[in-house]
């Protein structure tokens, strides 16, 4: 039986097993590489995609569950050649090192600065508590949202 | 040359993909017709196979080929030639690969290795160091006389893979002053797992007879050369090509899986993508070494250290690897930050029936710091000095001798404290605190040096005015080959460094190259490249001079044209003259190269030893204060401190996120990430569930200063920053912690049970039976004959 | 030393190709789905425990009935009895729905401070209750100090029983019947739920002490209800404990006495997060916590 999913705002089909993890369709069939399949069980958040504007780990979603689901990944945030405001602060704050772990933190973080738009320092901290970096110490990325938060 | 300070802070040009999910990782490259491929390995940690059948599995649907070690007939090794590509007959370690599959698909190819017929006979295993150094243990190489010695110099014997020697001054006369007080202190520390994000991946492909590897990897060259031996080919035959990493810190920096990939090309004739799981990431990673330390000091009652001795074990896993070449490092870590007396040192490489280990940021240093750093506190307790003081009086100055009897330049440590004493002493003290908890802080000295050696680089100026910079650097993250090396290159040209492009690593295109690791990229590779495009400046210079009718000395290059000094807007733009260039004499490039200078050691001190003396030595002052929870045993770091010493920033917003991002890899070793081996041999922390690296609620935003102008032979007096900052942390934490809780902290990391068990008196100090109480009976043979005057 | 979870000779990214799943729009639709498949079937709710099958190197089951979208299950209804939870409620959705109530402090915190954020609005608190490999689950605990009953229900009828009681017959809960409701009284008490996670947040706590008291207007404690989570394979309540409270002046101090007199009754579990010893260890100082908690409520 084939999936019917919306992703980044186009209509695509699926074959997949309907156990299948989305981060494995989005990567092997649709070749949107962005969401990186790190931990699998949830922890590390790499996979994140905004499943109906909700911020949700993609290995954890099976691929019947997006079935009809409007999906959002890291690559459809922003409008072409252009940074969205976290991407935008992000960047211009030298946060991203190795980058792995990025492709989740925007998805996150995207999400957090319409949801908490008055969210402090440690509100961030909390907020990232399933979003794993392993370069950079953290801290930039949480000043780069303040800088976002405070970017209207 | 332009000011290098005019492009300070640069920022990251891969940072907008890799923010937007588009930037291509190796786990992310598909080519046309790629099969994938599994790995059998091996569930036992010693064994012998009985039979490996693989031909039910060749018929099993999708299968494309099936290797095993009749397939790689090389063995690898760093100093001996102990490593084959799969077991071969004997299984040394749980994991240990077995054959590989490359399919259609990734679920084909593993239901495939299912069908694969193992039959293993269990032998005795050793699984620690403990274990390996008893008499008669079972030896996990019985054959570790017939191994191709590939570097001379170490002593070996049995389950001893490896062990290098320092032996300074008479140790005994100082140990028998009736002036000294015996100071004698034992560590233990745990494996430490890189949890590089992307894991090792590879994509090999095999044309025109030659074998094509993208690879996640920081030695493109090393992977170039070890697969050629494991695979018994021509190195020539080897292309290797290194997309944007997602993370190193170490594990990347030796050959991986790469190989199988590679033969299951050669032998399908398709493209072969092999990505390791998580798991596999979390088993065989090639971890930091657990390692045991036993260290012993002489010191008068006025504080001076008169000798000092100390045995250290590292365990090398199933093979030798890294950690071969590691014994050389006890020389500058344990031997560091301080001046001795007299000095005899023992690094033993213990073979052990679990998983190898391998490189880490700061390999070695960071346990022998927190060793030594921890004896010190426990020195200074013995004589009743302030700890501090001890350290301002003892720290390595200028022309003071090291370990190995190299002499060290300026004064750099004690300037070093002195400026986090004005760090610390500018916050003002908390109010009293009242919640039960124990307060504690504490500062520690560490000493790590860049690891030279041989890079090269080529710049090609171009005709519009651009350059392209070409070496075998690879972008890991650290941001030096999109931040320090252009910003070099354009420094020297007068050009923006945005119109510097960087060659993504290829070892057809680029010359030699160590390695992206061990602090060397800016300082090797950025010599290099330096270089290169001084040939460059010179050559244009030379044609400018012509077109200007002006002296080339009287010349600069900046904002993109070279003009008559004190004449803005003079001269020519440099795509004019590269232009020029062309037409007349062909196409402008430069080449440059580059190799440490080899700094002397003392003759007759070291055996055993790859590097006899540090090149570039590289400081850090480390500061923390903590909190502990007398309940529960958890450890809270309340404030971070880091003074280092840069040598030159070229990039002081990089360094500082580099010094963030150490720091807190370090709280992670210090605190959270443990590592535990089964008694069926199996690493028990198989995912993030149960392996704990720091999350965003347990980091503290470091205060950081950066120290600059200490002597650098680094190009434009640069030193690496990037490897340094976990240096001390470990250390840093402990001895704080031991200080606000009064007890000797011996083990890390300091996970809650672990302090617990100390604040509750479970715990018994620490014994290491199997090291010997006389130095000198740890060696399998007696350290060289000093051939000069100690 | 402590062993290693087994590990097959596959790497672990591999799923099951032949696994299907029903999402099913009504109780009715399930509970045919179920019947029909018998054993072959499980309940899919958030799909947290059962995605990562793979990473345990557990199989897929044959089928699955997805009901994290049946309107009727998804519920949280506020009585003046009774709170009734549906099923696949997720964590964040029951924080959410306690956070005005001071009474299920308790539970609150439990759903609104376990695992990450993401998980916490994917997990469902039918899934917490009904997975028994699931040691360290935080919401156990909590509803057991709360007294909570279980509604299950097959095709042939729904039956509810006690909280404990599931504990004790989930892992061998007939094919064909879920947990349809967990239903939660109300009364005047002050709760608090006090978890030990080994980092500051985002790991399984390796103790919990969900607690629960009603006392007098002079502070005396009337009834008491104490659970204990994570410190052995299966969430239960600390009667002994209870029963040294009661009657007594309540406060933190004292609770954590009695409880340090009491502990030795937990035989703890070892796990590769943390020894056996410790998870008894902690438990007077989380007691202390969580009855310092629920004084301030």
């Not at chain 3, 009695?258 to 410790?278: H, K, N």
């Amino acid at each position: 039986m084939a999936l019917s999913l919306t992703v980044n705002g186009d209509r695509v089909a699926s074959t997949a097993d309907p156990a299948a993890p989305l981060v494995d369709i989005l990567r092997e069939e649709l070749h949107l590489t962005g969401a990186k399949p790190v931990c699998r069980e949830g922890f590390c958040g790499a996979c994140m995609v905004l499943i109906d504007g909700k911020p949700t780990p993609s290995c954890l979603t099976p691929a019947a569950l997006a079935d009809g689901c409007e999906i959002q990944t890291v690559e459809g945030l922003a409008t072409p050649g252009q940074l969205n405001r976290i991407q935008a602060a992000l960047d211009a704050s030298d946060a991203v090192q190795c980058g792995m772990c990025f492709p989740g933190m925007v998805v996150s973080l995207t999400h957090l600065l319409t949801a908490s738009p008055d969210a402090t320092r440690e509100d961030i901290r909390a907020a990232l508590t399933g979003n794993i970096c392993r370069c950079t110490g953290y801290e930039r990325i949480i000043d780069a949202t303040l800088l976002a938060l405070a970017t209207k | 040359m332009s000011d290098v300070s005019a492009t300070m802070d640069l920022r990251r040009r891969d940072a907008a993909d890799k923010l937007r999910g588009r930037t291509r990782y190796t786990v992310d490259r598909y080519l046309p017709g790629m099969l994938h491929a599994a790995v059998l390995r091996a569930s036992v940690p010693s064994g012998r196979i009985v039979r490996l059948d693989t031909s039910r599995a060749a018929r099993m649907p999708g299968v494309r080929a099936i290797v095993t070690a009749a397939d790689a007939p090389g063995m690898m090794g760093i100093g001996i030639a102990d490593h084959p590509l799969f077991a071969r007959d004997v299984i040394r370690y749980d994991g240990e690969p077995l054959a590989a599959i490359a399919a259609g698909t990734l679920a084909q190819a593993q239901a495939a290795l299912a069908a694969i017929d193992v039959e293993i006979e269990s032998l005795p295993a050793v699984l620690t160091m403990a274990d390996a150094l008893v008499p008669d243990a079972p030896l996990v190489h019985p054959n570790w006389r017939d191994y191709e010695v590939l570097f001379e110099g170490g002593a070996r014997e049995g389950n001893i893979a490896w062990e290098a020697t320092v032996v300074r001054g008479d140790v005994d006369a100082a140990f028998a002053r009736p002036d000294v007080e015996i100071v004698e202190s034992s560590f233990r520390v745990g494996r430490q797992n890189h949890v590089a994000f992307e894991p090792r991946a590879v994509v090999a492909s095999y044309e025109d007879g030659r074998f094509h590897i993208e690879t996640s990897t920081q030695v493109p060259w090393g992977i170039r050369n070890a697969t050629a031996r494991v695979l018994g080919v021509p190195a020539s035959q080897v292309r290797v090509t290194v997309p944007p990493v997602g993370g190193g810190f170490g594990l990347k920096f030796d050959l991986a899986i790469e190989p199988f990939a590679a033969l299951l090309a050669r032998a399908s004739g398709r493209p072969v993508r092999l990505v390791n799981s998580r798991e596999e990431e979390m088993l065989t990673c090639l971890f930091r070494e657990n390692a045991e330390i036993r260290i012993r000091s002489a010191v008068t009652r006025e504080g001076e250290i008169v000798g000092r001795e100390a045995v250290v074990l590292m365990d090398c896993g199933a093979y030798g690897g890294e950690q071969i070449f590691l014994t050389t490092m006890t020389a500058h870590t344990l031997g560091g930050n301080y001046k001795l007396g007299s000095v005899r040192l023992v690094s033993r490489a213990v073979y052990t029936n679990t998983a190898p280990n391998g490189a880490f940021r700061c390999c070695n240093g960071v346990y022998n710091t927190f060793a030594l750093e921890r004896h010190t506190d426990e020195i200074a307790a013995r004589i009743g000095m302030d700890p501090l003081l001890f350290r301002r009086r003892n720290v390595l100055g200028d022309k003071d001798l090291g370990a190995t009897g190299q002499v060290f330049e300026a004064d750099v440590l004690r300037a070093m404290l002195d400026r986090m004493d004005t760090l610390r002493d500018a916050v003002v003290p908390p109010p009293a605190r009242t919640d039960g908890r124990l307060y504690g802080r504490a500062t520690t000295v560490g000493t790590w040096f860049v690891f030279v050696g041989p890079s090269a680089a080529t710049v090609n100026m171009n005709a519009d005015g651009t350059a392209t910079l070409v070496t075998s650097g690879v972008e890991i993250g650290s941001g030096s080959m999109v931040q320090s090396l252009p910003q070099i290159v354009a420094s020297t040209l007068g050009i923006a460094p945005e119109s510097v492009t960087v060659r993504a690593a290829d070892t057809d295109a680029a010359g030699y190259d160590v390695g992206v690791g061990g602090g060397r990229t800016t300082v090797s590779l950025g010599a290099a490249s330096l270089s290169a495009a001084q040939d460059v400046r010179t050559k244009l210079l030379k044609v400018a001079s012509e077109m200007i009718e002006a002296a080339p000395e009287d010349l600069v290059m900046r904002h993109g044209r070279i003009e008559i000094a004190g004449a803005p807007g003079s001269g020519r733009t440099i795509a004019e003259v590269a232009t020029c260039a062309q037409a007349k004499s062909g196409p402008v490039s430069g080449t440059g190269a580059f190799t440490g200078t080899g700094v002397p050691a003392m003759p007759g001190c070291v055996a055993g030893h790859f590097i006899d003396a540090i090149d570039i030595p590289v400081f850090a002052v480390h500061d923390c204060e903590v909190a502990v929870d007398p309940e529960t045993g958890h450890v809270e770091v309340l404030n971070y401190r880091v003074v280092q010493d840069v040598g030159r920033a070229l990039n002081p917003r990089a360094i500082h996120g580099q010094i963030q991002g150490g720091v807190v890899q370090g709280l992670g070793y210090a605190l959270h990430e443990e590592v535990t081996i089964g008694s069926n041999g199996r690493v028990c922390q198989s995912g993030f569930e149960t392996y704990r690296v720091p999350l965003a609620l347990d980091v503290v935003p470091v205060e950081i200063s950066l120290y600059e102008g200490a002597p650098s032979m680094g190009p434009l007096g640069t030193k690496g920053a990037g490897e340094v900052p976990i240096l001390n942390v470990g250390a840093a934490v402990a001895c704080a912690v031991a200080n606000a809780t009064g007890k000797r902290i011996q083990e890390l990391p300091l996970t809650p049970p672990r302090v617990l068990e100390l604040l509750l008196d479970r715990k018994r100090d620490l014994t290491l039976p199997h090291i010997a109480e006389t130095w000198s009976d740890n060696l399998v043979r007696p350290h060289k004959t000093p051939r000069g005057n100690a | 030393m402590i062993p290693g979870s087994p590990m097959q000779r596959v790497p672990a990214a591999a799923h099951n190709a032949a696994s299907s799943i029903h999402v099913a729009h009504s109780l009715a639709n399930a509970l045919d789905a179920l019947s029909e498949w018998g054993s072959a079937g499980a309940v899919f709710a958030g799909g947290t425990w059962i995605m990562r099958s793979p990473i345990r190197h557990e199989p897929l089951r044959e089928h699955y009935v997805a009901i994290g979208r049946i309107a009727e299950l998804g519920a949280v209804r506020i009585g003046t009895d009774v709170v009734e939870i549906g099923p696949v409620v997720t964590h964040a959705a029951l924080a959410a729905a306690l956070a005005d109530l001071p009474e299920f402090n308790v539970l609150a915190a439990a759903a609104g401070r376990s695992a990450n954020p993401a998980i916490r609005a994917m997990a469902t608190i039918g899934g917490n209750l009904a997975t028994p490999g699931f040691a360290a689950a935080d919401c156990v605990p909590a509803l057991l100090c709360l007294d909570a009953e279980i509604e299950v229900a097959g095709r042939e009828g729904r039956e509810r029983m006690k909280l404990e009681h599931f504990l004790q017959i989930r892992s061998t809960l007939a094919p064909g019947r879920l947990v349809t409701q967990i239903v939660v009284p109300r009364s005047e008490r002050k709760t608090a739920h006090a978890r030990l996670p080994l980092r500051k947040a985002g790991d399984y706590p390796v103790a919990i002490v969900s607690f629960s008291v009603s006392v007098d207007a002079a502070g005396r404690v009337q009834a008491a209800r104490i659970a204990v989570g994570s410190v052995e394979p299966v969430a239960r309540r600390w009667e002994r404990l209870e029963a040294a409270l009661i009657g007594r002046q309540l406060d933190a101090e004292g609770a954590a006495r009695t409880a340090t007199e009491l502990a030795e009754e937990f035989v703890g579990r070892d796990g590769v997060d943390a020894p056996a010893w410790y998870r008894v260890s902690v438990l007077p100082s989380l007691v202390r916590r969580a009855a310092a908690a629920a004084l301030g409520a």
